[in-house]
């Protein structure tokens, strides 16, 4: 038996509630690899599936949590033996595969990641989804070319944009970190913030396409109206990776920065990214990431404190990175 975060959904009312309860590993999915999870994280996703579902979780009961971290107990596949430390983020687990949120998972071998050296598992969740995200954003940014001068963060205190920031600083560049919080500057300039920005400085849609050549890169989890005035702020040929949408799915924007400032708007998907990738990704995070600034990011969970949590972080109240120690 072991303990899990289970989702139930009333077919009368339609109404999901979300418990702790304890269950057989016959329960669990098919799947090559069984892991025992150590660690698990919060992200929106996991906000969305723990509540309404948003869509996203389609059957009932259901186990949330989007990624997590832990030891292989039984496997069906070479590549991994019982005792190897593995890391699974995306694949839909979570949304439409039982998920992290619980003390054992299966899934498919190739959905997983061995965990590279220099990392443990509450490490790897405490960089997780959200800092996986934030590896390809700038690992995209850097493989069109960073220009000289300030790289925009937006979202910045969130969980994609605190290991961004934190990534972005550590690499020597000068890191502008947006803002709606301003409780939060000191956090952000202790993961390496050179410059806060006012969220209001940039949440209004302008009528001129272009502005001033401001931002020599942007890593943007805004979305929306931001995301289209940081379009017309870029310099010639910079970059700007897309990675969620906070402020909205819309992008009130033309074409112009694109035709007449070479801009590259460079959409990042974490969920189907290829092993290799995904193994680039994690590997450079291990190598370049500033271990010490995570605990910076870290509060820790339980369980039990999902149901609350997942609510938290759909209202934006949720700083940094959430880690989940599901055997607490």
């Known amino acids: 038996m072991f303990k899990a975060l289970v989702v139930s959904k009333d077919e009368e009312s339609g109404k999901t509630s979300a418990a702790v309860e304890e269950m057989d590993v016959d329960r669990l999915p098919e799947g090559e690899v069984t892991v025992a999870v150590e660690y698990s994280t919060v992200n929106y996703k996991d906000g969305l599936c723990i509540g309404p579902g948003g869509g996203l979780v389609r059957n009932y009961p259901h186990v949330p949590g989007i990624d997590f971290a832990g030891t292989v107990e039984a496997s069906e596949d070479a590549r991994y033996a019982p005792g190897d430390k593995v890391v699974l983020t995306g694949w839909r687990v979570g949304e439409a595969h039982w998920g992290g949120y619980a003390q054992r998972a299966r899934v498919k071998a190739d959905w997983l990641v061995p965990l590279p050296e220099g990392l443990d598992t509450r490490a790897a969740m405490a ?25 925009l963060v937006t979202g910045a205190a969130g ?21 709606g919080r301003p409780e ?3 956090y952000l300039t202790g993961l390496g913030a050179a410059r806060i920005v ?10 001129r396409p272009l502005e001033a050549e401001t931002w020599s890169g942007c890593v943007d989890a805004v979305g929306g109206a931001m995301l289209a005035r940081v379009l017309g702020q870029m310099k010639y040929g910079a970059s ?18 694109f035709l007449l400032r070479g801009v590259n708007l460079l959409g990042i998907d974490s969920v189907m990214q290829p092993y290799d ?15 010490e600034k995570l605990d910076a990011m870290v509060q820790m969970a339980a369980l039990a404190d999902l149901p609350q949590l997942g609510a938290d972080i759909l209202k934006g109240q949720v700083k940094g990175r959430v880690v989940v120690d599901v055997n607490a």
């Open 277 to 291: 990738n995904r193994l680039r990704a994690w590997e450079r995070i291990a190598g370049d990431l500033p271990m």
């Open 159 to 179: 969980g994609v944009g605190s290991v961004a920031v934190a990534l972005l600083a550590a690499l020597g560049h000068e890191v502008a970190a947006v803002t």
């Open 184 to 186: 939060t500057s000191d």
């Open 240 to 257: 700007v990776a897309a990675v969620g949408l906070a402020g909205g799915a819309g992008l009130p924007a033309t074409v112009i920065p």
């Open 127 to 151: 960089v997780g989804t959200a800092g996986f995200t934030a590896m390809l954003a700038v690992m995209a940014l850097e493989d069109h070319g960073i220009k000289d001068g300030p790289v």
């Open 198 to 207: 006012a969220r209001e400085e940039l949440a209004e849609t302008v009528k």
